[in-house]
């Protein structure tokens, strides 16, 4: 599994779940559509921290600036 994001995307991704968890735990968003991006916000958290998205493979991006091995 090789990297394949950079530290902007991750930083970026990041702050988004940050932001959504807030939302939710405040009561801005809730119910189902709350519940979802609980768990967007939850991959995203999970995908930074490892630095290597799946879907980024399947779509053939790659925003890590190291070359790769």
Known sequence: MKKNMGSTDRAIRVLAAIAVAILYFSGTISGTLGIVLLVVAGVFLLTSLVGFCPLYTILGLNTC?????
């Open 65 to 69: 600036s190291r070359k790769s091995q």
